[in-house]
Every structure is written in C-alpha cells, then in structure tokens.
C-alpha cells in the first residue's frame, strides 16, 4: 500500500501537522489534566478516609456530621467555573476546525467503497489528497453508498461522510509532508482497506501537478495499475492470492474462461475487465454477489489500460 504510516512523535498522540492540531491538543490535554487531578484527589481523600476513620470496636458509632455552606457553595462554584472555562475552549476550538477561512482551496471528496476520490476546481481527479503547504483547503464530500468518516490523525480532523447530504471540513498543512488518511467508519468488508495519503506539496510544485492534471512521476502501466488497485479499494474485495472474498481472485485471472451468472460464459481479456469496471453488472461471475460499485467517471482510459496491465502479472 502506498499509504505511509501514522508519525508518532511522543507516547500520547501523532505528530501534530496542521494549523488547528495544536489548539485541538490543548484542549484535549486540558481536559485530560483536569480529570487526572480530580481523579486522583477524590481517590485520594476516599482511600484515606476509608483506612483512617474505619470502624475500630464493635459499638463504635458514627459520629453526626453537619452541613457545611461554605464546603457546598466551593464545590458548586468551583467546578461551575472549571465547566465554564472547558465550555470556551470547546466551543471556539469547534468553530475554528469548522469555518473554513474564505481564501480556503475547495476539493469536493467522493467516498465509495472502498476507496477516496478528490475533484480539483480545474476538473483534475485524484485518488490521493494532494494539497500546497501553507493554504487552507475546504473538503466537501459525500457519499455514492454508505456512510464512511474521513480522518486524518495527524490533522486532528475527522468528519463523517453521508450519501444524499454533503459534509465540510477544512485544514492547512504548514509543511511538506505525507500524512495518512483513513475511513474510520466501518462501511464493510473492506473498511480497512480504505486508506490513501495527503500528500502536501510546496505551492509551485502543486501548481504543476494540478496543471498536468493530476500526474506527478511517470509510472510503468503495471506500477500504476498496482497503485490504482491498491488506492481504490480494490483489494478490500478481491484478493490476489486466490483466497475467495466478497469478489473473485485477481490470481490467474487473465485468460481464465469464468461461468457467468445467469447462464453462459466469458473469457478474461481486456474488454471483460474494462466493461466490469464501467458496468459491473453486466456479467458476474457466477457464484458471487452483484455488489461491485462501478468506476465510471472515476478512471480515465488510461488508468484502465493500467489496471489491466497489472491484471495481466497477478499470477
Ligand atoms: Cu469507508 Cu470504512
């Protein structure tokens, strides 16, 4: 998988790498602190009760405690105070990682099992989040099946993606860098497969990759038919070792005669793969569910060609 690993910087949470992370960290500390203190004082005090004021001889008794204004009003007002105050940091942090900043890059996302796709302004699409360093950049994004939740760690920005509505959220990455981006809902079988990566460029580079309409290095058809294999999810049906998923195996595949449900047969050649990615429908293998999504719209004629290429090699 192309999809690079989560950076830990320190025992309690990844790397924080964008402008909002650490505001969002704050607030999480905060309120970690807050618990730890109150945690233990209350433990604290209850355990040294227990031993010190334990009943030591048969007929002891208790002795009547009476009520204390002034201990009432402290722990009313008190924690009121430290509610209010976690309230503020709340609410702001809430509205900063939700207001997109007007000058913000829109990108629209499309999640569909099990696999992301970007939409540039300019009509460029991408299976892989590519963003300049140092601009905000607005995501909205829905849904063509289930309800799938977009997260990057290291952003500190997560949102649900829903079909029939449309969800935003927005961040800016301050460096050069990959990060991980995953589906944190789980959506089916291949939920786990449902990763890519925010790759942030510096301005002139994205710009040149934007121009050229999405393409960074030249890869052979068979790696960039791998890197589309593995970046739209397709592995979360079928495997390429044989072992039976939701759909068939991609092992020995090509060339192969597959019976057809409902009657007849087809052989594997590069029409079969290219009208099984378009129109999956059209012919199942028999035996399997009619569940595939289609690629229509979201791979270009070279990217199938591709696909097939590295069809060809999964032996
Ligand atoms: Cu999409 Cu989990």
Redesign the pocket.
Known sequence: MSTPSIQVDSFWLPKASSTIAPSIDSAYYLVYWVSLFFFLLIVGLMVYSAIRFRRRREDQVGRRVRQSLALELAWTIIPGIMLMVLFAVGVTGFVDSRVAPGNALEVQVT?Q??SWNFTYPNGTTSAELVVPQGRPVKLVMSSTDTI??FWVPEFRIKQDVVPGMYTSIWFEAPEVMKAALL??????VG?ST?TTTVNVMDAAKFKTWLDNGGTEVELSPVEAGKKIFAERGCGGCHSTNGTRMVGPSMKGLWGHTAEIEGGGSAKVDENYIRESLLTPGAKVVKGYPNVMPTFQGLLKDKDIDAVIAYLKTVE
């Open positions: 999640a099992m099990y799938h939740s589906c944190t809902e789980y959506c089916g939920h449902m």
